[in-house]
T-cell receptor
Framework: GENVEQHPSTLSVQEGDSAVIKCTYS??????FPWYKQELGKRPQLIID?????GEKKDQRIAVTLNKTAKHFSLHITETQPEDSAVYFC???????????FGSGTRLQVQP | DADVTQTPRNRITKTGKRIMLECSQT?????MYWYRQDPGLGLQLIYY???????NKGEISDGYSVSRQAQAKFSLSLESAIPNQTALYFC???????????FGPGTRLTVT
């Protein structure tokens, strides 16, 4: 089955700096790559996703890049703010199954 | 608002007891999922259902069973609870295309 690895497990940045979280996946058939944000005590919520037919997608301060050849994808957050502090999960979905396999999460702390 | 709800939100039970966690949704989605989250770990898939007649095991189904009573309801049972099943359990739904998943608020289960 699919295996998703996520790095780093924790990340601390100063407010205004950029943050990058990286994930690799194993199943070359995967074609959907979402990122979820989970604030303390709350449910995971989708913040951005990318499908295998594009290499990059942006939404305001958030961007995701995908390299299918290398089987890795990354989340980029620019101009970080304290409210960006949360745990971020990447995931991948093997084609035909649509059940997500999640990475182990990155705890991002933005220092004011 | 269309939503995903879980009951109970918190539960403490003893080793060997049978317990059921319930999930209901008003989103009209066909696909439903149960995940487990342990501290410092990502979301691990327990079971998923693509429609009322379709039930599939996930990565960690041992010790768990599910019932899809209707399109809107998906229940998770622990037949004989054990302490290492102490975790946060999330239900999620997605539409037939199967991309974005919407999570319920979670059930915190403690087995003593």
């Amino acid at each position: 089955g699919e295996n998703v690895e996520q790095h780093p497990s924790t990340l601390s940045v100063q407010e205004g700096d950029s943050a990058v979280i990286k994930c690799t996946y194993s199943d070359s058939a995967s074609n959907y790559f979402p990122w979820y944000k989970q604030e303390l005590g709350k449910r995971p919520q989708l913040i951005i996703d990318i499908r295998s037919n594009v290499g990059e997608k942006k939404d305001q301060r958030i961007a995701v890049t995908l390299n299918k050849t290398a089987k890795h994808f990354s989340l980029h957050i620019t101009e970080t703010q304290p409210e960006d502090s949360a745990v971020y999960f990447c995931a991948a979905s093997p084609a035909g199954r649509r059940a997500l396999t999640f990475g182990s999460g990155t705890r991002l702390q933005v220092q004011p | 608002d269309a939503d995903v709800t879980q009951t109970p939100r918190n539960r403490i039970t003893k080793t060997g007891k049978r317990i059921m966690l319930e999930c209901s949704q008003t989103k009209g989605h066909d696909r439903m999922y149960w995940y487990r989250q342990d501290p410092g770990l990502g979301l691990q898939l327990i079971y998923y259902s693509f429609d009322v007649k379709d039930i599939n095991k996930g990565e960690i189904s041992d010790g768990y069973s599910v019932s899809r009573q209707a399109q809107a309801k998906f229940s998770l049972s622990l037949e004989s609870a054990i302490p290492n099943q102490t975790a946060l359990y999330f239900c999620a739904t997605s539409d037939v295309v199967g991309y974005e998943q919407y999570f319920g608020p979670g059930t915190r289960l403690t087995v003593t």
